[in-house]
């Protein structure tokens, strides 16, 4: 399965169930806002290995709310200790989606540890995250979005043809803040 696939069944999955969707930086962050740009989705720009944490802290920010965050796995190599986060704080409204196409596709695709030995399900599992699963197609993509914990998609190298992302970051914040915060008291 193509990355732009998987992304484009997380961001009707993540519509239908009304979720915030905090986007990797790269590629992944493009096609996401080439496959449905909406202003539920924060797309993360020059902020590698943060997109667990953020949508984690959105979570815990919002426990009303569903929150996704889409992550690679060079980013998730180089935040580990997300992971012991998420399990430790166990949300059941936050799922993070590890695509793991085994490099780092948005710098010229140079292989990461999980082309070869290393496994982020496994990484998950012995964080102590309760809820861990691996999809390779469509359709077990589909089933897992509504869970919690990680999700491991295994992806084709390889981006889309897709166009840069036409906002500033402080267009991105302030469009997704609209939508994300909580109302405020009436007085």
Not at 48 to 53: D, E, H, Q, T
Not at 122 to 132: D, N, P, R
């Given at each position: 399965m193509r990355r732009i696939e998987a992304i484009t069944i997380i961001t009707r999955e993540a519509e239908s169930q009304g979720a915030l969707l905090v986007g990797n930086i790269g590629y992944p962050s493009r096609e996401l806002y080439a496959v449905g740009d909406r202003p539920n989705n924060f797309y993360m720009l020059g902020s590698?290995?943060?997109?667990?944490?953020i949508g984690l802290g959105l979570a815990l920010a919002l426990p009303k709310r569903r929150v996704i965050a889409i992550d690679g796995d060079g980013s998730v190599l180089m935040n580990l200790?997300?992971?012991?986060?998420?399990?430790?704080?166990?949300?059941?409204n936050y799922l993070l989606v590890i695509l793991d196409n085994g490099c780092y596709g948005s710098t010229g695709s140079q292989p990461t540890c999980t082309s070869r030995r290393s496994d982020l399900a496994?990484?998950?599992?012995?964080?102590?995250?309760?809820?861990?699963k691996v999809a390779t197609t469509a359709s077990e993509v589909q089933s897992c979005m509504k869970g919690k914990g990680v999700l491991v998609i295994k992806v084709e190298i390889g981006n889309a043809e897709v166009g840069v992302i036409?906002?500033?970051?402080?267009?991105?914040?302030?469009?997704?803040?609209a939508i994300s915060a909580p109302p405020s008291p009436s007085s």
């Open positions: 590698m290995g943060l997109a667990s944490s200790g997300s992971l012991a986060t998420i399990a430790d704080q166990a949300n059941e496994a990484v998950a599992s012995g964080a102590g995250v309760s809820e861990v036409p906002l500033s970051p402080e267009e991105i914040m302030g469009k997704f803040m």
